[in-house]
């Protein structure tokens, strides 16, 4: 694509949400997209920007239907207490980030195993992720050699 995806990413920021269309006609205005026309896709590919730079990943089937009905375990309704205030919202999701809580609190000194995995569910939720954890952990490792091994 005959896009400059480091210049693109200079000019954006967190505020960038796709909602402002002011401000996504300027953004188009000073990096249009760069392509002529559609293009399906119907294989594996890599988009590269106008410096070769690898943009996107397109990896077609690579969550199969199975993995992912399979892998619903972020709002299965039986691991979440339907909501008080409005009965509308998807159940919340859990953070399996390690030491996430202790993050965001100060005078915790032992990292702690989350509370949604010391319950009864804790061996369905693992079992229910762990399919999809180590294909994304694959595709990592591919993708970006050198945060898969910073994380081992």
Not at 45 to 73: E, K
Not at 78 to 87: A, L, R, V
Not at 126 to 142: D, F, W
Request: proline share 7%; hydrophobic share 40%.
């Amino acid at each position: 694509m005959q896009i400059d995806i480091a210049r693109y990413s200079k000019l954006i920021s967190l505020k960038d949400t796709g909602h402002n269309e002011e401000r996504e006609e300027k953004l188009l205005e000073r990096c249009p997209p760069g392509h002529e026309g559609t293009k399906l896709v119907e294989i594996p590919a890599t988009i590269l920007d106008a410096s070769g730079a690898i943009i996107a990943w397109y990896l077609p089937d690579a969550l199969t239907d199975a993995t992912q009905v399979d892998g619903n375990w972020r709002t299965n309704q039986g691991w979440f207490n339907p909501s008080s205030e409005n009965d509308a919202l998807t159940p919340g999701c859990i953070n399996l980030s390690p030491v996430w809580f202790q993050q965001g609190h100060e005078n915790q000194s032992d990292p702690e195993v989350s509370a949604s995995l010391k319950g009864a569910s804790s061996e369905k939720i693992l079992k229910a992720i762990a399919r999809p954890a180590a294909i994304a952990t694959a595709a990592l490792r591919v993708m970006h050699p050198e945060q898969y091994w910073a994380g081992l």
